[in-house]
């Protein structure tokens, strides 16, 4: 996606991938905001499908981002394949385009974001996941659309 084609509206999902949880936004070009949907909860990186599949449905993307881990200076970490193959799950199961962002520091960031609000309880239930999703995709928009 490019700024040439940002006239139409596009909903897209954005996912902070982990290998028990995953993270996951919803955001909008027009605004390019995104808010945090939901924390599904995953083995070995593997989502329950029909959870995830809930969500397209209800959302009905034209775009998926997958948040992919990286080291401060930019190399890969074990996770970042595992993210990747995640990625690559998800393009050929949602037959939609998939965009990986470098998502260094969201985890961070989210952390701090909801701390602030509410103290350790904000921390508890998944919260931080969905957060960071919200976050790489509001990065994703900043990077591929304020251009």
Do not use: Y
């Not at 995830?52 to 009905?60: A, D, V, Y």
């Not at 990986?100 to 969201?106: A, G, N, P, V």
């Not at 919260?127 to 659309?145: G, H, P, S, Y």
């Amino acid at each position: 996606m490019n700024s040439e084609n940002i006239s139409t509206p596009k909903i897209l999902l954005g996912f902070d991938f982990g290998m028990k949880r995953i993270g996951v936004a919803v955001g909008q070009t027009i605004t390019r905001t995104a808010r945090p949907v939901a924390t599904l909860q995953a083995k070995d990186g593997l989502p329950q499908w029909n959870e995830l599949e809930k969500l397209i449905k209800r959302w009905r993307p034209d775009a998926l981002v997958v948040g992919i881990p990286l080291n401060m200076d930019g190399t890969e970490q074990k996770i970042s394949a595992q993210a990747r193959q995640f990625a690559e799950l998800l393009r050929e199961r949602c037959k939609l385009p998939v965009h990986e962002m470098d998502e260094r520091l969201t985890t961070r960031d989210a952390r701090e974001r909801l701390f602030t609000q509410g103290g350790f309880k904000a921390l508890q239930d998944g919260q931080v996941d969905k957060v960071a999703a919200q976050l790489i995709l509001q990065n994703w928009f900043a990077a591929k659309l304020d251009h």
